[in-house]
């Protein structure tokens, strides 16, 4: 019993904080930023307009922290100033978009089936699903980095917005979300490494493949 703890008690506190991690990133629309270093100002007699409309994106919402574009319906938006993030420039920034969004919860997914499986064959001393368990953990790993990578793609595809001035008092960055995804992503290959490398090391643990 005492070996189970300590082979796969880490492992296990490590897939779930890569799961709370990819939560909250999927759940949250700070993964890229749009800000301004100044307020806007206005001035009648200035040639060039500053940039007003500061605003971050998430996996499903893109949200205004000021004002809104014209261009962007009241009736569309939900949850404040946000609005679904559908009206994209072209199919393939929508497909990096669309792409992310369905991995990353794919990916929550699986670690869920994983953690099942963990929990499963340490209550019954049995290898085999300990080490689906870490596959699974693997798959998730890939699955994620995937809709990590394609968001990135989408936000090197869709460059600045069009038909909004912009101004040198204008930043861009990646937002916390978009960090919480990463780390998901190594909390996610850190247990599943434990998970498979510590499989057939611990003590406690009959090597029988007849759990399923």
């Known amino acids: 019993m005492v070996g189970r703890l300590c082979c796969f008690s880490i492992a296990g ?3 779930g904080l890569a799961v709370v991690s990819a939560s909250l990133a999927a759940g949250t ?3 890229y930023e749009i800000l301004n270093k100044v307020p806007a100002q206005t001035n009648d007699n200035a040639t060039v307009p500053t940039y007003k409309y500061p605003y971050h994106v998430g996996l499903w919402l893109t949200c205004y922290d000021q004002d809104i574009p014209d261009t962007i319906p009241n009736k569309e938006l939900i949850s404040g100033n946000c609005v679904l993030n559908y009206d994209f420039r072209s199919k393939q920034i929508e497909d990096f978009a669309r792409t992310s969004a369905v991995c990353i919860v794919l990916s929550c997914g699986i670690m869920l089936a994983s953690g099942v499986l963990g929990m499963s064959g340490c209550a019954c001393r049995r290898s085999t699903p300990l080490l689906l368990s870490g596959i699974f953990l693997y798959a998730s790993t890939l699955v994620m980095l995937i809709g990590m990578c394609c968001f990135i793609g989408r936000i090197l595809l869709e460059g600045e917005p069009p038909n909004i001035p912009v101004a040198a008092d204008v930043t861009t ?3 916390w979300s978009f960090y919480l995804g990463w780390a998901s992503v190594g909390l ?4 599943a490494s434990m998970m498979v490398g510590g499989n057939r090391k611990c003590s406690g ?3 029988q493949v007849n759990f399923i």
């Open 13 to 15: 506190i490590l897939c």
């Open 29 to 31: 629309d700070y993964w």
């Open 173 to 175: 960055r990646y937002g």
């Open 205 to 207: 643990i009959k090597d």
């Open 188 to 191: 996610q290959l850190l247990s």
